[in-house]
Protein backbone atom coordinates (compact mmCIF):
# COMPACT_ATOMS: atom_id res chain seq x y z
CA UNK A 1 0.00 0.00 0.00
CA UNK A 2 1.35 3.68 -0.94
CA UNK A 3 1.68 5.79 2.57
CA UNK A 4 -0.89 9.13 2.33
CA UNK A 5 0.86 11.39 4.43
CA UNK A 6 -1.00 14.50 5.64
CA UNK A 7 0.37 17.70 7.73
CA UNK A 8 -0.86 18.61 10.95
CA UNK A 9 -0.04 21.51 13.35
CA UNK A 10 -2.19 22.16 17.28
CA UNK A 11 -1.59 25.04 18.23
CA UNK A 12 -2.13 25.27 22.25
CA UNK A 13 -1.59 27.70 25.07
CA UNK A 14 2.10 26.71 25.80
CA UNK A 15 3.64 24.96 22.97
CA UNK A 16 2.57 24.66 19.38
CA UNK A 17 3.48 20.97 18.13
CA UNK A 18 3.28 19.93 14.28
CA UNK A 19 4.31 16.54 12.72
CA UNK A 20 3.71 14.74 9.51
CA UNK A 21 1.26 12.23 9.74
CA UNK A 22 0.46 8.68 7.89
CA UNK A 23 -3.04 8.93 7.24
CA UNK A 24 -3.23 5.14 5.83
CA UNK A 25 -1.68 3.83 8.64
CA UNK A 26 -3.63 4.29 11.73
CA UNK A 27 -2.58 7.90 12.07
CA UNK A 28 0.86 7.12 13.31
CA UNK A 29 3.50 10.16 13.15
CA UNK A 30 5.70 9.36 10.01
CA UNK A 31 8.59 11.70 12.01
CA UNK A 32 8.51 12.59 15.53
CA UNK A 33 6.58 15.85 17.08
CA UNK A 34 8.37 19.19 16.95
CA UNK A 35 7.26 21.57 19.51
CA UNK A 36 7.91 25.49 19.57
CA UNK A 37 6.51 27.65 22.54
CA UNK A 38 4.07 29.54 22.29
CA UNK A 39 4.75 33.12 21.66
CA UNK A 40 3.86 35.68 23.58
CA UNK A 41 1.10 37.41 23.16
CA UNK A 42 -0.16 35.15 21.11
CA UNK A 43 -1.80 36.59 18.48
CA UNK A 44 -2.03 35.70 15.09
CA UNK A 45 0.65 37.50 13.38
CA UNK A 46 3.11 36.06 15.97
CA UNK A 47 1.74 32.41 15.94
CA UNK A 48 2.11 32.78 12.22
CA UNK A 49 5.63 33.21 12.14
CA UNK A 50 5.68 29.65 14.14
CA UNK A 51 3.62 28.54 11.99
CA UNK A 52 6.27 29.34 9.06
CA UNK A 53 9.01 27.94 11.30
CA UNK A 54 7.32 24.34 11.81
CA UNK A 55 6.43 23.89 8.15
CA UNK A 56 10.69 24.81 7.11
CA UNK A 57 11.44 22.15 9.75
CA UNK A 58 10.16 19.35 8.31
CA UNK A 59 10.22 20.98 4.30
CA UNK A 60 7.03 20.14 3.76
CA UNK A 61 5.64 20.77 0.96
CA UNK A 62 1.37 20.22 0.82
CA UNK A 63 -1.59 21.29 2.36
CA UNK A 64 -1.56 22.23 6.00
CA UNK A 65 -4.11 21.41 8.95
CA UNK A 66 -4.09 23.63 12.13
CA UNK A 67 -6.05 23.03 15.05
CA UNK A 68 -6.92 25.75 17.01
CA UNK A 69 -8.22 26.24 20.33
CA UNK A 70 -11.58 28.42 19.28
CA UNK A 71 -14.75 28.22 17.28
CA UNK A 72 -13.30 28.10 13.80
CA UNK A 73 -16.24 28.61 11.14
CA UNK A 74 -15.29 28.60 6.81
CA UNK A 75 -11.80 29.42 8.44
CA UNK A 76 -12.67 32.47 10.28
CA UNK A 77 -12.20 32.35 14.33
CA UNK A 78 -15.32 32.95 16.05
CA UNK A 79 -14.06 32.51 19.92
CA UNK A 80 -11.07 33.09 21.83
CA UNK A 81 -11.58 31.68 25.55
CA UNK A 82 -8.27 30.49 26.17
CA UNK A 83 -6.40 32.94 23.25
CA UNK A 84 -5.39 36.47 22.31
CA UNK A 85 -8.81 38.20 21.91
CA UNK A 86 -7.02 39.72 18.44
CA UNK A 87 -7.95 36.30 17.27
CA UNK A 88 -11.32 36.94 16.68
CA UNK A 89 -12.87 37.68 13.36
CA UNK A 90 -9.32 37.06 11.63
CA UNK A 91 -10.21 34.65 8.61
CA UNK A 92 -7.20 32.62 9.81
CA UNK A 93 -7.21 30.01 7.00
CA UNK A 94 -6.40 33.29 4.53
CA UNK A 95 -3.62 34.50 6.64
CA UNK A 96 -1.78 30.92 7.15
CA UNK A 97 -2.38 30.11 3.33
CA UNK A 98 -0.89 33.27 2.07
CA UNK A 99 2.54 32.85 4.11
CA UNK A 100 2.46 29.62 4.27
CA UNK A 101 1.72 29.25 0.39
CA UNK A 102 0.17 26.23 0.76
CA UNK A 103 -3.38 25.10 0.95
CA UNK A 104 -4.95 25.54 4.60
CA UNK A 105 -7.59 23.85 6.44
CA UNK A 106 -8.26 25.53 10.24
CA UNK A 107 -10.60 23.51 12.62
CA UNK A 108 -11.27 23.67 16.27
CA UNK A 109 -8.59 21.93 18.06
CA UNK A 110 -10.85 19.29 19.97
CA UNK A 111 -12.74 18.70 16.99
CA UNK A 112 -9.59 17.73 15.17
CA UNK A 113 -8.78 15.49 18.17
CA UNK A 114 -12.10 13.74 18.31
CA UNK A 115 -11.83 13.06 14.77
CA UNK A 116 -8.44 11.12 15.19
CA UNK A 117 -10.18 9.03 17.57
CA UNK A 118 -12.72 8.43 15.50
CA UNK A 119 -11.24 7.41 12.85
CA UNK A 120 -7.73 5.43 14.40
CA UNK A 121 -8.20 5.11 18.22
CA UNK A 122 -10.61 4.69 20.83
CA UNK A 123 -14.03 5.54 19.12
CA UNK A 124 -13.36 3.81 15.85
CA UNK A 125 -16.27 2.17 14.50
CA UNK A 126 -18.36 3.94 17.22
CA UNK A 127 -21.99 4.35 15.78
CA UNK A 128 -24.51 6.73 17.83
CA UNK A 129 -23.74 9.60 19.54
CA UNK A 130 -20.41 9.74 20.71
CA UNK A 131 -18.42 12.51 22.56
CA UNK A 132 -14.60 13.70 22.87
CA UNK A 133 -13.86 15.43 25.89
CA UNK A 134 -10.58 16.98 26.12
CA UNK A 135 -9.09 18.45 29.66
CA UNK A 136 -6.89 20.93 28.90
CA UNK A 137 -6.38 24.28 29.94
CA UNK A 138 -9.88 24.79 29.18
CA UNK A 139 -12.37 21.82 28.28
CA UNK A 140 -12.66 20.70 24.45
CA UNK A 141 -15.51 18.74 23.11
CA UNK A 142 -15.77 17.18 19.67
CA UNK A 143 -19.78 16.01 18.90
CA UNK A 144 -19.99 12.90 16.79
CA UNK A 145 -23.14 11.11 15.07
CA UNK A 146 -22.99 8.12 13.78
CA UNK A 147 -19.18 8.89 13.11
CA UNK A 148 -20.04 12.71 11.60
CA UNK A 149 -18.63 15.61 13.28
CA UNK A 150 -20.90 18.18 14.51
CA UNK A 151 -18.39 20.80 14.90
CA UNK A 152 -17.79 23.71 17.18
CA UNK A 153 -20.30 21.91 19.90
CA UNK A 154 -18.37 23.77 22.54
CA UNK A 155 -19.28 21.66 25.81
CA UNK A 156 -16.61 23.38 28.06
CA UNK A 157 -19.00 26.02 28.00
CA UNK A 158 -21.85 24.84 29.68
CA UNK A 159 -22.69 27.04 32.29
CA UNK A 160 -22.09 26.02 35.83
CA UNK A 161 -22.94 28.01 38.89
CA UNK A 162 -22.63 31.26 36.61
CA UNK A 163 -19.42 30.25 34.79
CA UNK A 164 -18.32 28.20 32.00
CA UNK A 165 -17.91 24.69 33.56
CA UNK A 166 -14.29 24.51 32.29
CA UNK A 167 -13.52 27.26 34.79
CA UNK A 168 -13.98 24.57 37.80
CA UNK A 169 -13.95 21.34 35.66
CA UNK A 170 -11.18 21.66 33.42
CA UNK A 171 -6.88 20.38 34.17
CA UNK A 172 -6.09 23.52 34.98
CA UNK A 173 -8.68 23.97 37.70
CA UNK A 174 -7.36 20.94 39.87
CA UNK A 175 -3.53 22.54 39.54
CA UNK A 176 -4.62 26.04 39.72
CA UNK A 177 -6.76 25.32 43.09
CA UNK A 178 -4.65 22.22 44.07
CA UNK A 179 -7.17 19.87 44.35
CA UNK A 180 -6.83 15.92 45.05
CA UNK A 181 -7.93 13.39 41.84
CA UNK A 182 -10.30 12.35 44.09
CA UNK A 183 -11.95 15.48 44.47
CA UNK A 184 -11.33 16.60 40.61
CA UNK A 185 -12.72 13.38 39.84
CA UNK A 186 -15.66 14.45 41.61
CA UNK A 187 -16.08 17.51 39.31
CA UNK A 188 -15.75 15.69 36.13
CA UNK A 189 -18.36 13.35 37.40
CA UNK A 190 -20.70 16.37 37.94
CA UNK A 191 -19.68 17.61 34.32
CA UNK A 192 -20.24 14.36 33.23
CA UNK A 193 -23.45 14.01 34.38
CA UNK A 194 -24.63 17.42 33.09
CA UNK A 195 -23.50 16.42 30.00
CA UNK A 196 -25.01 13.10 29.87
CA UNK A 197 -28.08 14.95 30.74
CA UNK A 198 -28.26 17.24 27.46
CA UNK A 199 -26.82 14.64 25.18
CA UNK A 200 -27.30 10.74 26.04
CA UNK A 201 -24.33 9.63 24.43
CA UNK A 202 -23.61 6.19 23.45
CA UNK A 203 -19.37 7.13 24.68
CA UNK A 204 -17.80 9.39 25.83
CA UNK A 205 -13.96 9.37 25.27
CA UNK A 206 -11.74 11.67 27.18
CA UNK A 207 -8.74 12.92 26.09
CA UNK A 208 -6.15 15.76 26.66
CA UNK A 209 -3.44 16.39 28.53
CA UNK A 210 -4.99 14.84 31.72
CA UNK A 211 -5.43 11.60 30.15
CA UNK A 212 -1.62 10.80 30.01
CA UNK A 213 -2.08 10.44 34.21
CA UNK A 214 -6.12 8.78 33.33
CA UNK A 215 -5.34 5.83 35.63
CA UNK A 216 -5.31 8.23 38.44
CA UNK A 217 -8.55 9.74 38.34
CA UNK A 218 -11.04 8.07 35.24
CA UNK A 219 -11.74 5.04 38.27
CA UNK A 220 -12.88 7.59 40.17
CA UNK A 221 -15.48 8.71 38.44
CA UNK A 222 -18.44 8.63 40.16
CA UNK A 223 -22.24 8.14 38.97
CA UNK A 224 -21.45 8.60 35.46
CA UNK A 225 -23.59 6.58 32.99
CA UNK A 226 -22.31 6.44 29.14
CA UNK A 227 -19.64 4.34 28.78
CA UNK A 228 -16.06 6.11 29.37
CA UNK A 229 -13.17 5.52 27.52
CA UNK A 230 -9.31 6.87 27.26
CA UNK A 231 -7.64 8.97 24.49
CA UNK A 232 -6.06 6.85 22.41
CA UNK A 233 -3.71 9.67 20.88
CA UNK A 234 -2.38 11.47 23.90
CA UNK A 235 -0.51 14.74 23.14
CA UNK A 236 -0.73 14.28 19.30
CA UNK A 237 -4.88 14.10 18.93
CA UNK A 238 -5.07 17.12 17.51
CA UNK A 239 -1.77 17.10 15.06
CA UNK A 240 -3.21 13.64 13.53
CA UNK A 241 -6.83 15.21 13.02
CA UNK A 242 -5.99 18.33 11.81
CA UNK A 243 -3.79 16.33 9.29
CA UNK A 244 -6.36 14.60 8.13
CA UNK A 245 -8.71 17.57 7.81
CA UNK A 246 -5.90 18.98 5.40
CA UNK A 247 -6.32 15.96 3.22
CA UNK A 248 -9.51 16.69 1.95
CA UNK A 249 -9.12 19.96 0.56
C1 LIG B 1 -12.26 26.66 23.85
C2 LIG B 1 -12.46 25.54 22.86
C3 LIG B 1 -11.29 24.59 22.91
C4 LIG B 1 -11.03 24.13 24.34
C5 LIG B 1 -9.80 23.24 24.43
C6 LIG B 1 -11.98 26.10 25.22
O1 LIG B 1 -11.75 27.14 26.13
O2 LIG B 1 -13.42 27.49 23.91
O3 LIG B 1 -12.62 26.07 21.57
O4 LIG B 1 -11.55 23.50 22.09
O5 LIG B 1 -10.84 25.25 25.19
O6 LIG B 1 -8.65 23.86 23.98
Not at 105 to 133: K, P
Not at 165 to 186: D, M, N, P, Q, V
Request: glycine residues 10%; charged residues 20%.
Amino acid sequence: MTSRIGFGIDIGGSGIKAAPVNLSESGQLAAERFRIPTPYPANPESVAGVLVDLVRHFEWEGPVGIALPSVVRSGIVHSAANIDESWIDVDAETLFSSLLKHDVVVMNDADAAGVAEMSFGAGAGCRGVAITLTFGTGIGSALFVDGYLVPNSELGHLEFRGESFERWAAASARKREGLTWRKWARRVSRYLQTVDALFSPDLVIVGGGASKSAERWVPLLDEVRPEIVVAEFANTAGIVGAAMASVRT
